[in-house]
């Protein structure tokens, strides 16, 4: 063993979960009944939608219900471009079927030119990058993906800011269009496995070590003691003074955004999976705990925000999704006594939204439904619509619970 095994937990070794080692979620006939039969359809429907849109980067179904390629500002950059072809590797490792594999490479090659951006390139890189190349290296050992998933995580490491200790989020308010150099949001949790992961790959800590002091300002700053999160934080980034937290794509500030919490969810028990930071799964533990008290008020379904009014009512469907992933990825790290607490609440999550949300059609695009962008949205457009990261996010825990899933985090 060489010294750098004190970064934590190898993540290759858990790539291979779904090549036969069962994660031990102790299924009942009844669940696993369900989840054999969301496994079929999902089979037919993901067949079916490849084969139809190929190497086409959908993000939600249009007027006419359809995918369209690149319908969001910000082209070949826009932030959620990597779930398409996360879906197809997903797909690939469980079935072995030669179509997911040249589909997601396909898309792989129309992407790689954002590499050689820069204005568009933002600390989502790792959203774009992991399911996408470094999915690709994980499972077929290309090495021409590793490049580009370390040259990503190079472009990552540099917007960090060693004064406040955060990854910097966007190069201008997307709102506002203002210059934002001062702020980090609970998204880049989930976009920092990109530097755990290249930290190992290169034998060289600096990543690590960015990677967990952005982890460690996002648990000063960000969580609350009753575990529900802001969305944004304001630095000053000439001194690093914290300034503010603005609502963002939550009802406002001091309310919890439901994506929010379910990035902390799922991101704080990555961080501890990378480096065995007792802190890291306490912070999970006690975001999941907010979570599933307020989803089991509510039939299990996500609303767009837990501290909102109750009218009008708004879901996220996605929220659910990802916290449905975040929670048997954490029910993997405690005691066997523990365990079931996350995998009952995760089941309970998926199995609620996939009755209410999901479209198993074969001729009609996406998966599921009812995902919300944010709050205040005055188009309507991105309200109770499919978002292309449910369906990502949805796949995942059914592979998850099947021993399927190919680790990409």
């Given at each position: 063993?060489?010294?750098?095994?004190?970064?934590?937990?190898?993540?290759?070794?858990?790539?291979?979960?779904?090549?036969?080692?069962?994660?031990?979620?102790?299924?009942?006939?009844?669940?696993?009944?369900?989840?054999?039969?969301?496994?079929g359809?999902?089979?037919?429907?993901?067949?079916?939608?490849?084969?139809?849109?190929?190497?086409?980067?959908?993000?939600?179904?249009?007027?006419?219900?359809?995918?369209?390629?690149?319908?969001?500002?910000?082209?070949?950059?826009?932030?959620?471009?990597?779930?398409?072809?996360?879906?197809?590797?997903?797909?690939?490792?469980?079935?072995?079927?030669?179509?997911?594999?040249?589909?997601?490479?396909?898309?792989?090659?129309?992407?790689?030119?954002i590499?050689?951006?820069?204005?568009?390139?933002?600390?989502?890189?790792?959203?774009?990058?992991?399911?996408?190349?470094?999915?690709?290296?994980?499972?077929?050992?290309?090495?021409?993906?590793k490049?580009?998933?370390?040259?990503?995580?190079?472009?990552?490491?540099?917007?960090?800011?060693?004064?406040?200790?955060?990854?910097?989020a966007?190069?201008n308010?997307?709102?506002?269009?203002?210059?934002?150099?001062?702020?980090?949001?609970?998204?880049?949790?989930?976009?920092?496995?990109?530097?755990?992961?290249?930290?190992?790959?290169?034998?060289?800590?600096?990543?690590?070590h960015i990677?967990?002091?952005?982890?460690?300002?996002?648990?000063?700053?960000?969580?609350?003691?009753?575990?529900?999160?802001?969305?944004?934080?304001?630095?000053?980034?000439?001194?690093?003074?914290?300034?503010?937290?603005?609502?963002?794509?939550?009802?406002?500030?001091?309310?919890?955004?439901?994506?929010?919490?379910?990035?902390?969810?799922?991101?704080?028990?990555?961080?501890?999976?990378?480096?065995?930071?007792?802190?890291?799964?306490?912070?999970?533990?006690?975001?999941?705990?907010?979570?599933?008290?307020?989803?089991?008020?509510?039939?299990?379904?996500?609303?767009?925000?837990?501290?909102?009014?109750?009218?009008?009512?708004?879901?996220?469907?996605?929220?659910?999704?990802i916290?449905a992933?975040?929670?048997?990825?954490?029910?993997?790290?405690?005691?066997?006594?523990?365990?079931?607490?996350?995998?009952?609440?995760?089941?309970?999550?998926?199995?609620?939204?996939?009755?209410?949300?999901?479209?198993?059609?074969?001729?009609?695009?996406?998966?599921?439904?009812?995902?919300?962008?944010?709050?205040?949205?005055?188009?309507?457009?991105?309200?109770?619509?499919?978002?292309?990261?449910?369906?990502?996010?949805?796949?995942?825990?059914i592979?998850?619970?099947?021993?399927?899933?190919l680790?990409?985090?």
């Open positions: 063993m060489d010294d750098f095994s004190v970064l934590g937990t190898d993540p290759s070794l858990s790539a291979q979960k779904g090549a036969g080692e069962s994660q031990g979620y102790d299924l009942t006939a009844e669940e696993k009944a369900w989840l054999a039969d969301v496994y359809k999902l089979t037919v429907k993901m067949r079916a939608e490849t084969q139809r849109i190929g190497t086409m980067i959908p993000y939600s179904t249009g007027e006419d219900g359809k995918y369209h390629d690149l319908s969001k500002p910000g082209g070949l950059y826009f932030w959620t471009n990597g779930f398409w072809p996360g879906m197809l590797w997903q797909m690939y490792n469980a079935t072995g079927e030669e179509l997911y594999r040249q589909t997601a490479e396909g898309v792989e090659d129309r992407m790689k030119e590499l050689t951006g820069f204005e568009g390139l933002d600390h989502d890189i790792g959203f774009l990058f992991l399911p996408m190349s470094v999915a690709n290296y994980r499972k077929t050992g290309n090495e021409a993906a490049t580009r998933g370390l040259h990503a995580a190079n472009l990552l490491a540099g917007r960090f800011n060693p004064v406040g200790k955060y990854i910097r966007w190069n308010a997307p709102w506002t269009g203002n210059e934002v150099s001062g702020w980090m949001i609970i998204d880049c949790i989930m976009n920092i496995p990109l530097l755990y992961w290249a930290a190992k790959e290169c034998n060289d800590p600096r990543f690590q990677a967990i002091a952005h982890a460690k300002t996002a648990q000063k700053y960000i969580v609350r003691p009753d575990g529900s999160c802001n969305h944004i934080l304001i630095f000053n980034s000439e001194t690093g003074e914290f300034l503010n937290n603005p609502g963002g794509q939550g009802y406002g500030s001091g309310s919890s955004w439901s994506r929010g919490q379910s990035w902390a969810v799922y991101g704080f028990s990555l961080s501890y999976r990378h480096t065995g930071d007792e802190s890291f799964l306490a912070t999970a533990k006690q975001c999941a705990h907010y979570c599933i008290s307020n989803l089991a008020v509510n039939g299990w379904l996500p609303l767009v925000d837990y501290r909102a009014p109750g009218e009008p009512v708004k879901y996220d469907s996605t929220a659910g999704m916290t992933a975040g929670l048997l990825e954490l029910s993997n790290h405690v005691g066997a006594y523990e365990k079931p607490l996350y995998v009952r609440a995760a089941l309970n999550i998926l199995r609620a939204c996939e009755a209410k949300f999901c479209d198993w059609d074969p001729d009609h695009d996406s998966i599921v439904g009812g995902g919300t962008f944010f709050y205040h949205d005055p188009t309507g457009k991105d309200t109770h619509v499919p978002i292309i990261y449910g369906d990502y996010y949805f796949i995942e825990a592979m998850k619970l099947m021993d399927k899933e680790f990409i985090w």
